[in-house]
């Protein structure tokens, strides 16, 4: 039982490089989601999905698209990576009642 | 949108003395959560309160569900080197998404 697992783990890009954040959990939870954590400023959330085949934006989602593949994987997508995006992601997912669970995060860097 | 202000936003105290912390906010939520982020890791849930005016404790950390639902406050009692880390409260106004809203963190230093 993995919990919520997240990959990469670490990523520099350059201006302009597109990649996909993978996150997926074991847990049957419907709800995900993904946030970006910045020094002094707490988690934003980005997107969520509140069940499969749903996705709604979130505080932040400029610069970001995500796809909600099936009820176990929800990705994040950066098209072209901005310095900007330089950030740490993490994933989580919603157990319906209580708290929301934690991946261990994946540190992007933007040059 | 809603905001959390937490505070202090960093603290370096010696072990064994008790540290409190809080959050505010200009909007009322349902509920409120206290999460521990250790270094390289993502934040674990510490104490979740759902009812105005609860007072809830786990070990050695209490937690309390402001009277107005506008604020929060978590108390860590004789703190010991395992304490160290950056403490987020967090706000749920919505029981259907799930949402939650973040407070800036504290982060917390004690020295052996």
């Known amino acids: 039982n993995a919990g919520v697992t997240q990959t990469p783990k670490f990523q520099v890009l350059k201006t302009g490089q597109s990649m996909t954040l993978q996150c997926a959990q074991d847990?049957?939870?419907?709800?995900m989601y993904w946030y970006r954590q910045d020094p002094g400023m707490g988690l934003r959330l980005i997107y969520y999905?509140?069940?499969?085949?749903?996705?709604d934006k979130g505080e932040v989602p400029n610069g970001y698209n995500v796809s909600r593949l099936n009820k176990r994987e929800f990705s994040l997508r950066l098209e072209s990576a901005a310095p900007s995006q330089t950030s740490v992601y993490f994933c989580?997912?919603?157990?319906?009642?209580?708290?929301?669970?934690f991946g261990p995060g994946t540190r992007l860097t933007v040059l | 949108g809603q905001q959390l202000n937490q505070s202090p936003q960093s603290m370096f105290i010696q072990e064994g003395e008790d540290v409190s912390m809080n959050c505010t906010s200009s909007?009322?939520?349902?509920?409120w959560l206290w999460y521990k982020q250790d270094p390289g890791e993502g934040p674990v849930l510490l104490i979740a309160?759902?009812?105005?005016?609860e007072l809830t404790s786990n070990g050695r950390l209490t937690a309390q569900f402001g009277i107005t639902r506008k604020d929060s406050f978590l108390n860590i009692s004789a703190s010991i080197p395992s304490d160290v880390g950056i403490y987020f409260c967090?706000?749920?106004?919505?029981?259907?998404?799930?949402?939650?809203?973040f407070g800036q963190g504290t982060t917390l230093q004690v020295k052996p």
């Open positions: 989580a997912t919603w157990t319906g009642t209580d708290t929301q669970y």
């Open positions: 847990m049957n939870h419907n709800s």
């Open positions: 999905s509140a069940s499969e085949g749903t996705t």
């Open positions: 909007s009322i939520f349902n509920t």
């Open positions: 309160l759902y009812k105005a005016g």
């Open positions: 967090a706000g749920q106004s919505s029981s259907n998404t799930g949402k939650l809203i």
